[in-house]
């Protein structure tokens, strides 16, 4: 069973940066996408950011291109998002999640399809306020 823990969640001012870390274990397979979407209430939950566990590629939501970045550890089974020039419309509760259909999660992420996805963090709150 695929368990990912987010981590790094806070209160940061615009402009500022906060990273992110997803702790993920249960894979029985190379190949999956990790990544974050995130949720601001009373909206739709949104593809922020993937990579392919598979080949290393890396994807992103228009939103967010050039100012976040997603990386991984591979040794340590982590995955990070640092975001930079934070906004405060980026303020949402953050989600770690991982599927064995990269295509699907890939479109999820930079064409907004609705995601379907099969493991999921908990969530951790980012709060972009002056």
């Known amino acids: 069973q695929v368990q990912l823990v987010e981590s790094g969640g806070g209160l940061v001012q615009p402009g500022g940066s906060l990273r992110l870390s997803c702790a993920a274990s249960?894979?029985?397979?190379?190949?999956?996408?990790i990544g974050w979407f995130r949720q601001a209430p009373g909206k739709e939950r949104e593809g922020v950011a993937c990579l392919s566990n598979y080949d290393g590629k890396t994807f992103y939501a228009d939103s967010v291109k050039g100012r976040f970045t997603i990386s991984r550890d591979i040794a340590k089974n982590t995955v990070y998002l640092q975001m930079n020039s934070l906004k405060p419309e980026d303020t949402a509760v953050y989600y770690c999640?991982?599927?064995?259909?990269?295509?699907?999660?890939?479109?999820?992420?930079?064409?907004?399809?609705?995601?379907?996805?099969?493991?999921w963090g908990q969530g951790t709150q980012v709060t972009v306020s002056s």
């Open positions: 999640a991982a599927d064995i259909n990269i295509p699907k999660y890939v479109r999820s992420i930079v064409a907004g399809y609705p995601p379907a996805i099969s493991s």
């Open positions: 249960g894979f029985t397979s190379n190949y999956y996408a």
